[in-house]
Structures are given as C-alpha cells and as structure tokens.
Nanobody, 122 residues
Framework: QVQLVESGGGLHQAGDSLKLSCTASGRTFGTYSMGWFRQAPGKEREFVATISRSGGVTNVADSVKGRFTISRDNAKNTVYLQMNSLKPEDTAVYYC???????????????WGQGTQVTVSS
C-alpha cells in the first residue's frame, strides 16, 4: 500500500552535515508515524528517530540526540533526517519506515524503504 524511497546518502567525512529524504507514495502519508532506522554491517537494525503524524512529536536515539533531527512535510509526502556532525560510527544503511504508532521498535512498522547508504570516513 505504501511505498517508501530513501535518497540523499553517500560518502562523507567526519563533521559533515547530510540530509536524507524519504518520499512515500499514496495519499495517506499523514496517517502514519514515520521512523528512521539504520543498520551497520554485521549489526542489528538500530532505531534512530521517529516523528508523529503531524510532526508535533519527535523522538531520537540517545546516540544521535543533539546531532540528528527528524522532520516531515506531509504536503510533499516526505520525511527528512538532518544529520549534523557526522561520525564514522554513523556509517550504515539508513531506512525509513511507516507505521500507525511511533516506536523505537522496528517490529511496530508496517512499511519499509530499501535504504540508502551513508558512509562517514575519519
């Protein structure tokens, strides 16, 4: 029902800023909470950030708090992840997800994008 496509990844240097985008298909984008997750090689998928339907409530992981900001533009069917002060440990495939409830658990999301690679060098 909902198709999600991430974009904006690439190779960056520590300290850089980067903004990821995730655009959804359909007309029901505003009914979903959205989340960002990431997965590094050999590791489990990790929660990054979530945002409520209208963007009024956000939550970010402790590991990125103060550096990453999640936002959304429902008119554009798009959710963003602004990433500042990138660190090598931020290197991962970043996924956006949609669900009826914002959660830190990836099991609570129904739809997933294919991911975009973010690589941060020292």
């Amino acid at each position: 029902q909902v198709q999600l496509v991430e974009s904006g990844g690439g190779l960056h240097q520590a300290g850089d800023s980067l903004k990821l985008s995730c655009t959804a298909s359909g007309r029901t984008f505003g009914t979903y909470s959205m989340g960002w997750f990431r997965q590094a090689p050999g590791k489990e998928r990790e929660f990054v950030a979530t945002i409520s339907r209208s963007g009024g409530v956000t939550n970010v992981a402790d590991s990125v708090k103060g550096r990453f900001t999640i936002s959304r533009d429902n008119a554009k069917n798009t959710v963003y992840l602004q990433m500042n002060s990138l660190k090598p440990e931020d290197t991962a495939v970043y996924y956006c997800a949609a669900g009826f409830w914002g959660s830190r658990s990836d099991s609570r999301y129904n739809y997933w994008g294919q991911g975009t690679q973010v690589t941060v060098s020292s």
